[in-house]
């Protein structure tokens, strides 16, 4: 499983000095699939997708995966800025996550040496870290130097680099044929200059003139090919099985198997398809989309093994698979421990925290006057959501939403935001202000919000 | 063969290594990652406190826009966890959004476990007794932690 470390997540960026850039890449990632957008499309309800795993939702539920609004594939539009940012994020990470690991490194090490606050580390370590971290641009680009192998993938952040550094003073290069010379001799050579006509004379005006710019980029002006058409959706139940049989032959995919077979191969097709008329640059091609369709059909089509798994069997035997994987068990109740005990000590640090500085303030206030048992101390009430930001923010957002839609809707205890908002907003849409008001109508388990009066009974029951 | 399905599997798995939610934990058995044994640690302040209940989870190749199977294997005494182990909630059937990954299933059964639903009861004894009396179901439920420990 080691592979799996080699992933890149948006958590790698927790072990670093920039855990802010894990929610900042976590929005520039597909919200179905977890990887960084491919060919973003925005829904009706604008919300951004992928194109295939937009497309795949709708057909399974013709809903929004984020907020449950019906969604029709023919209203997704392309959001070029998006794929914009996407692809410019992709390019700055690999240096970014190596900086910032690196710095948390370093920081770890000296705040331990010398166990000091990590805000004061923080501060006194600024100026170092930039010195480091134009060491480590220099570095890496003298090893590409050496071995004439990038290491990154190229960037024109990184080309924009090498103009602030000129080999000799004072020259520049040739935007166009990259040749270095005098600033002063620049603007009589980009006159004769032979690599000027096919090359970016309207950017050398947008920045200094001794701005290469990689070739991806030069070459970019070039009209990308025009997409294909996009497949229409077929209305299948009016359609007999020899009409489908004879669409899918023109479309040039495998005609076998019942008419249920089909549908379900046809519509994966469209998917495929579809999608990569959104796609800009890099457009597959029909062999390539040949090829997934048939590990579809391996996977999930007709070639699809879809015997019931062992273990959702109801006969499955559940202690001999418990006793057949004890040790890997063992190793989950020991991480699921750790981690709880974690969150435990940092909720009573930040409870003492939290004390000494409500004792503090008292003193500094109103010295000696009021008793110390008159002010609510925070050590007794229960703070389930204490540190957990997530929780909060869904709990906040809950207390908008009834402010907004006018219910009165008590606050419910999961602590992850997108189940909330899913269902708050499929509440409100649905115009269900309480739930409880209909017995007899089935009320999805979730959507009961916590009733404040089993809670005290709870804690009355337990103490 | 890699698949969507296999690749977001991986992917959860790798955020229940370096991000896991408090008190749970899941991997994919050594074969086959479309099956994943799970642990939830029973929520503090709870009948169901320090409980270490064990789950089975399985996915298909439609993942993420199915949802997967997922069951107990520990004995549960609880309203809506049937004797075979199954589990429901609504999240797990009817609400299922494709945004949700290993992590969310988990932290909404952990949820559960002290936010039981009477309203569908696939337990009716444990609904019953929840509702009209607290005191015995509680120690029922301290029956199956403790049992927990032993598995």
């Known amino acids: 499983m080691d592979s799996s470390f080699e992933l890149p997540d948006s958590t790698d960026w927790h072990a670093t000095s920039l855990p802010l850039f894990e929610p900042l890449e976590a929005a520039l990632r597909c919200e179905v699939c977890k990887e960084f957008y491919d060919n973003p499309v925005i829904t009706s309800c604008s919300h951004t997708f992928c194109s295939i795993c937009i497309r795949r939702c709708i057909s399974t539920d013709g809903k929004c995966p984020t907020c449950r609004a019906a969604c029709q594939s023919d209203k997704l539009l392309p959001n070029y800025a998006m794929r914009e940012i996407v692809s410019k994020f992709q390019d700055a990470r690999p240096k970014a996550l190596e900086l910032a690991r690196k710095d948390k490194e370093v920081s770890d090490a000296s705040s331990e040496s010398k166990k000091r606050k990590l805000g004061d580390t923080d501060i006194e370590e600024e100026p170092a870290r930039q010195t480091r971290s134009r060491q480590a641009r220099t570095q890496s680009r003298r090893r590409e130097g050496t071995n004439g192998m990038p290491i990154e993938v190229p960037d024109s952040e990184d080309d924009g680099d090498d103009s602030f550094e000129p080999e000799v003073e004072g020259h520049v290069k040739c935007p166009a044929c990259k040749e270095s010379m005098l600033d002063a001799q620049l603007w009589h050579h980009l006159d004769v200059c032979p690599g000027l006509e096919n090359s970016a004379v309207g950017r050398s005006t947008r920045s200094s003139a001794n701005n290469t710019y990689p070739k991806s980029l030069q070459s970019r002006p070039k009209e990308p090919s025009p997409a294909p058409t996009r497949l229409p959706g077929l209305n299948y139940a009016m359609m007999k099985q020899n009409a489908l049989t004879k669409k899918l032959q023109d479309l040039g995919i495998p005609t076998w198997g019942k008419k249920d077979l089909l549908i379900r191969r046809h519509t994966e097709w469209m998917h495929l398809w579809n999608s990569n008329c959104d796609a800009v640059e890099n457009r597959k091609s029909k062999r390539e989309l040949l090829r997934e369709l048939e590990v579809w059909e391996k996977t999930q089509g007709g070639s699809a093994n879809i015997a019931e798994p062992k273990v959702m069997r109801k006969d499955f035997d559940g202690q001999a698979h418990a006793s057949t994987h004890k040790s890997q068990f063992d190793g989950l109740i020991a991480n699921a421990k750790r981690k709880r005990e974690a969150a435990k000590a940092k909720k009573e640090e930040e409870t003492n925290e939290d004390r000494e500085k409500e004792e503090a303030r008292l003193n500094e206030g109103i010295p000696q006057i009021t008793e110390p048992e008159a002010i609510p101390q925070p050590v007794d009430v229960v703070h389930p959501y204490e540190g957990n930001e997530a929780a909060l923010a869904s709990v906040r957002e809950k207390v908008e939403q009834a402010n907004r839609v006018g219910t009165t809707l008590p606050s419910t205890t999961s602590p992850k935001p997108t189940l909330e908002e899913t269902r708050i907003a499929s509440q409100a849409y649905q115009g269900m202000p309480n739930p409880f008001g209909s017995p007899t109508r089935k009320v999805p388990m979730f959507a009961l919000p916590a009733d404040p009066i089993v809670d005290v009974e709870q804690s009355t029951t337990i103490q | ?151």
């Open chain 2, 1 to 151: 063969m890699s698949t969507a399905a296999r690749r977001r599997l991986m992917r959860d798995f790798k955020r229940m290594q370096t991000d896991p939610p408090a008190g749970v934990s899941a991997s994919p058995i050594a074969d086959n990652v479309m099956t994943w044994n799970a642990v939830i640690i029973g929520p503090a302040d709870t009948p169901f406190e320090d409980g270490t209940f064990r789950l089975v989870m399985h996915f298909e190749e439609a993942y993420p826009n199915k949802p997967p199977g997922v069951k107990f294997i520990s004995q549960m005494f609880h309203p809506n966890v049937y004797g075979t182990g199954e589990l429901c909630l609504d999240i797990l059937q009817n609400r299922w959004s494709p945004t949700y990954d290993v992590a969310a299933i988990l932290t909404s059964i952990q949820s559960l476990l002290n936010d039981p639903n009477t309203s569908s009861p696939a337990n009716v004894e444990a609904s019953n007794l929840y509702k009209d009396n607290r005191r015995e179901y509680t120690k029922r439920v301290r029956e199956t932690v403790e049992k927990s420990w032993e598995d």
